[in-house]
């Protein structure tokens, strides 16, 4: 059953740490305070929307036109693509990139950790809802450790007696000073599909530039990358677990200007790095068995 504030406030809250709230629209936020960074993040789809180490400036991108409302994808921060990430496989109408980041979850634990970071995990289940989207059981974990570094980890399980097959993505939207100031290291020799042509290709540079519209899914590789924005003064590294495939995402001026959610000129300061399950890296669970994705993010 869904908790309101004060019961989540009295169940979970942690005085100077842990706060709930209602701040975008009517959708409950946890708020994070502690002596590494802030953080917010979403009930509604799991969806951490800020990052703020203690030493730096904001490092997710949130889209100021983005909907906080009910049935619509919140633009930015980390949404979670589960089960499928991009189209559905075989029934166009099903919505794009899954149900968990328009679905509210449920807080199953607060805690401070030992070295004083805070850890919040929330839970999404199969209900009647879900499986008029997907007719599995699952069981879908997210758990966010917020420190000098942020950790998200999706676990899902299969309670079932049936195998289950997912693709996911921890769809990471990055603040960064401009796109065109950014270079991105960790992908050179990497095989990846342009989805804009629908081919496949090897990346021969050693560092990636973004000068237009770009959706490359890089496959086979566990490498970490990390976004070179010398004029934040700031490195991010993206280092990841039990994902093989890592999306770089940016819709560029054309397509930005057809996203209601998004300013016109929105591509200019975000890049999407996504922690992938997909091509060659889909998830097969046999009953019982669980599966763990886990993208570190730390600021150098
Ligand atoms: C990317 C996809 O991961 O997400 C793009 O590769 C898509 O094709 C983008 O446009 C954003 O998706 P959405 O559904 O949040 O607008």
Redesign the pocket.
Known sequence: MEMNIDELNEKFGIEGEVGFMELDGDLPFITITNKYAEADICLYGAQITSYRPMRTTEVLWMSPYSVFEKGK?I?GGI?V?FPW???HASDSAL???GFA?TSMWEVTGVDTLEKGETCVSMQLKSSEETKAYWPHDFVAEMTFVIGDSLSVTLKVTNPSDEAISYTS?L?TYFNLSAIENIKIAGLANTHYEN?LDGNRYVQEEELLEISEAT?R?YFDTEADCIILDPYFKRDIRIAKEGSKCS?V?N?GAE?CEQ?S?MPNDGYETFV?L?T?NKINDQIDLAPGESHETTAVISVE
Do not use: K, N, S, Y
């Open positions: 994808a633009r949404p693509c990430f991009g189209p919505p794009q990139h980041r993505a769809h989805q959706t899914h999306t995402w819709p397509a996203m959610d999407c996504e992938v």
